[in-house]
């Protein structure tokens, strides 16, 4: 399947949405930073929940993840010079971010300019022509830290806006793969593919069953009947996401690596739950264990999830939910209080099929399937017992399925 240039006429005609008074607006501010309006583009860049499947994407297995309608919007237009110009709506207090084009393979801390830097050098690296500089403003809508992947949505909305201004014509897969190397290499995230890809290839109310070891990929239409998709956001940053995701990494490599001294295996999503608890001996460390048990069973979840929805199973789906989250819980260990009782209290609900965290953990967001008559009542249950526990409140929303990363036609 490839996405072709109908999907993304479509997506662009989908999220050109009632978004004229925003647009109206960053174009204002474009004109106040950087001068006239003359030439300036428009683009937009969602987030993604990953309904089922978490840590198994850098373990070469399934994930089943949609764009939203939340992300970020960028206005850039070309210069006739070699320098950048970058402005967030998010970080006002900084201001304009200049550098040359020649030094943008030079990081800048912990600057969010790193992933455009990052994105121009391995678009370049690949062979790409970016010659002269640009202007570029910014706002994101995603939480920062929420697990809903606004690193992501950042390159991506970076991807899709230099494509467009260079005329590169880099294949969608390619641009996808692109922004995971950015990622990886130079901001130095050991991330699986699942936020790019959900982010790249995302289509309206449909959800992405993705297989990360061969990227294929299946289109699967989101009907979800009576019930809704309500994003629960705990309102934590995630201080520890980037350490302990890159530990995680580790810790799965190493188990595979032990089980490698036996079974012909690449990954560990090629296992069974069966062929896995057979050899577990092979890995000899209590630790390393669960961490591997987790990126197993998940995959097998998601599998079996997927067969779920599309029959139109929600209860068995909600189930997986719930199942998810207890080994993301017990086995992997990227929870913590606020996200346990957020998931735990939400499966507690009249109305909720089932819960689990989304993202990365140690904070950001958990998702929930809950009947549509009860969202109002589930949120004010949910928050209030959030609030007593954890002693700030969370945020909740329901999540709108939408497109992929797109230029937007404004007119």
């Known amino acids: 399947m490839s996405y072709n240039d109908k999907q993304l006429e479509e997506n662009k005609m989908s999220t050109v949405v009632d978004n004229s008074q925003v647009l109206s607006g960053l174009t204002d501010r474009f004109v106040a930073i950087f001068g006239d309006e003359r030439g300036i583009s428009y683009f937009f860049s969602p987030g993604r929940i990953n309904l089922i499947g978490e840590h198994t994407d850098y373990n070469g297995g399934y994930v089943f993840p949609a764009s939203i309608t939340i992300g970020t919007t960028g206005l850039a237009r070309l210069r006739d010079d ?8 998010n970080f006002p207090e900084i201001g304009i971010i ?69 005329k590169l014509n880099v294949p969608r897969l390619e641009l996808v793969q692109l922004g995971q190397k950015t990622e990886n290499e130079f901001i130095g995230v050991n991330s699986g593919i699942l936020d790019q890809f959900a982010i790249g290839f ?24 009576d019930y809704d998709i309500v994003i629960m956001n705990t309102n934590k940053p995630r201080a520890l ?48 264990i669960k961490r591997a048990r987790h990126a197993v069973y998940e995959n097998n979840r998601t599998k079996i999830a997927k067969k779920a929805f599309v029959s139109g199973d929600l209860t068995k789906f909600g189930d997986l ?19 346990d009782t957020l998931a735990e209290t939400a499966q507690k609900q009249p109305g909720t099929l089932g819960a689990r965290m989304t993202g990365a953990g140690f904070g950001g967001c958990a998702i929930v399937l809950v009947a549509h008559d009860r969202v109002a009542a589930f949120e004010k249950a949910v928050g209030d017992i ?11 929303y329901v999540a709108q399925i939408g497109s992929g990363a797109t230029k937007l036609d404004v007119n």
């Open 321 to 339: 939910l719930n199942a998810s989250h207890a080994s993301l819980k017990d086995d992997y260990e990227v929870t913590g209080i606020e996200l």
């Open 202 to 225: 995302g289509e309206v109310k449909k959800a992405i069953l993705l297989d990360c070891n061969t990227l294929k990929y299946e289109m699967v239409p989101v009907e979800l009947r």
């Open 82 to 89: 070699h320098k950048v110009r970058l402005y967030s709506e």
């Open 98 to 166: 200049e550098f040359d084009l020649a030094d943008s393979g030079v990081k800048d801390g912990n600057s969010w300019s790193n992933y455009v830097k990052g994105m121009i050098t391995v678009l370049k690296e690949a062979g790409y022509k970016i010659d002269s500089g640009f202007e570029f403003l910014i706002q994101g809508e995603i939480p920062t830290a929420s697990g809903l992947s606004s690193s992501a949505s950042l390159e991506l909305l970076v991807g899709v806006t230099l494509n467009d201004l260079f």
């Open 386 to 396: 959030y609030e007593k526990t954890v002693g700030y409140p969370a945020s909740f």
């Open 241 to 288: 996401a980037e350490s302990k995701y890159n530990e995680r990494f580790s810790e799965t490599r190493e188990a595979l690596k032990r089980l490698q001294t036996k079974l012909p295996i690449t990954a560990l999503a090629e296992l069974s739950n069966a062929e896995f608890d057979a050899n577990v001996d092979l890995i000899n460390d209590t630790m390393l």
